[in-house]
């Protein structure tokens, strides 16, 4: 199964300001995608990060509060601008395992980031 | 809209059995996914279901009826390392997943 580096594991960041969290899997994937969860809460997924073109986003999550980069099929960052404490959550990067990258592919997750904004 | 409830929380006695449920209202299904998940931690893929019935893998098995809306995840011979949250999905008929709010298992001595 791919392995998924994302970092920083944790951070607490002032109001206002923005944070990168970079999602780095050891085998090429098709299918990449930003998740959030609050805590005791659902997972929620904010978007699906494609190669070579725009993100696509779910209800509810915008381009310009969570900016998503794909340079290529290992590689993926997802931005949180101009933080308010409502952002505070676990993100967690996931791609889908399995040699055919389908969507009966099971996720695998990075550790997430554990943000905490002040 | 989609829903999928699960309890919140159950306990359990190391080396009993538990059964978690799972019940789903979707737009369609292309099947229903379980996952683990440790405090702290990210969630990680137990079980995948698509047919009705039982699928079996060791300690853990995981039940299907599509016609009742119904998933179970049952765990045999609890240790205290299961103890953690278990998180239900379903795939619907736009293979997004939809996710439940997860069950917290407490496992007592």
Known sequence: SAVISQKPSRDICQRGTSLTIQCQVDSQVTMMFWYRQQPGQSLTLIATANQGSEATYESGFVIDKFPISRPNLTFSTLTVSNMSPEDSSIYLCSVASGTDNSEMSPLHFGNGTRLTVT | ?109
Not at chain 2, 9 to 19: L, N, S
Not at chain 2, 54 to 66: A, C, Q
Request: hydrophobic residues 35%.
């Open chain 2, 1 to 109: 809209g989609q829903n999928i409830d699960q309890p919140t929380e159950m306990t359990a006695t190391e080396g009993a059995i538990v059964q978690i449920n799972c019940t789903y209202q979707t737009s369609g299904f292309n099947g229903l996914f379980w996952y683990q998940q440790h405090a702290g931690e990210a969630p990680t893929f137990l079980s995948y279901n698509v047919l009705d019935g039982l699928e079996e893998k060791g300690r853990f098995s995981s039940f299907l009826s599509r016609s009742k809306g119904y998933s179970y995840l049952l765990l045999k011979e609890l240790q205290m390392k299961d103890s953690a949250s278990y998180l239900c999905a379903v795939l619907d008929s736009n293979y997004q997943l939809i996710w439940g709010a997860g069950t917290k298992l407490i496992i007592k001595p």
